[in-house]
Nanobody
Framework: QVQLVESGGGLVQPGGSLRLSCATS????????ISWFRQAPGREREGVSC?????QTATYADSGRFSISRDSANTVFLQMNSLEPEDTAVYYC??????????????????WGQGTQVTVSS
């Protein structure tokens, strides 16, 4: 059973940084993808960044400020720099078993974490 647990959200001032973590477990097989999504009030969920089991990465939201990485324990991180109030949202970790390449759309993902709130405000 795949499990995803996010942490690291909180309140940060504009221009600040946060690093979100997604602890993962239960993965089987050689190919999978793990992504970060976010959803702001009144807006659709959007893909932020993705990393595959072969360490392909893709960043969809303002690639100059966000970056994704993964450690040997398969914890996935989202480093967010120069945060803006528009980045305020619930950030979700999501996974799909089987795909070799990153997918941007939420419908490609079968497993989701509970989300972590990021608020950028002075």
């Amino acid at each position: 059973q795949v499990q995803l647990v996010e942490s690291g959200g909180g309140l940060v001032q504009p221009g600040g940084s946060l690093r979100l973590s997604c602890a993962t477990s239960g993965f089987t097989g050689d190919f999978y993808i793990i992504s970060w999504f976010r959803q702001a009030p009144g807006r659709e969920r959007e893909g932020v960044s993705c990393i595959s089991s072969r360490r392909q990465t893709a960043t969809y939201a303002d690639s100059g400020r966000f970056s994704i990485s993964r450690d040997s324990a398969n914890t996935v991180f989202l480093q967010m720099n120069s945060l803006e109030p528009e980045d305020t949202a619930v950030y979700y970790c999501a996974a799909s078993i089987g795909p070799r390449f990153c997918q941007r759309l939420s419908r490609a993902y079968d497993y989701w974490g509970q989300g972590t709130q990021v608020t950028v405000s002075s």
